[in-house]
């Protein structure tokens, strides 16, 4: 089992940053990927952005150049920087641990990010 404590979110204008933190703890295992999904009211969770063990990252197209994934692997830890915000960035964040080899996926609690004036 694998747990993910999440901290950061909050309020912040448009145009401002936030930070999103995530800690996995409990069987990590090896050929991993940890990153951060969200979903707004009413619409589909999507995949934000991901960082696999080898280094690989994805971003989705709509926060490309304003959002930084990095990963401490002797911590067990993932970083979400996010600047530029804007008001369609609004949801709640869930952080995420998935398994290659399995396909297997663990969830953190979630994060409200509101981004309003």
């Known amino acids: 089992q694998v747990q993910l404590l999440e901290s950061g979110g909050g309020l912040v204008q448009p145009g401002g940053f936030l930070r999103l933190s995530c800690a996995a703890s409990?069987?990590?295992?090896?050929?991993?990927?940890m990153g951060w999904f969200r979903q707004a009211p009413g619409k589909e969770r999507e995949l934000v952005a991901r960082?696999?063990?080898?280094?690989?990252?994805f971003y989705v197209d709509s926060v490309k150049g304003r959002f930084t994934i990095s990963r401490d692997s002797v911590k067990n830890t993932v970083e979400l920087q996010m600047n530029s915000l804007k008001p369609e960035d609004t949801a709640v964040y869930y952080c995420?641990?998935?398994?290659?080899?399995?396909?297997?996926?663990?969830w953190g609690q979630g994060t409200q990010v509101t981004v309003s004036s």
């Open positions: 995420n641990y998935y398994i290659v080899r399995i396909r297997k996926n663990y």
């Open positions: 960082i696999f063990s080898s280094g690989t990252i």
């Open positions: 409990g069987t990590i295992f090896s050929g991993n990927a």
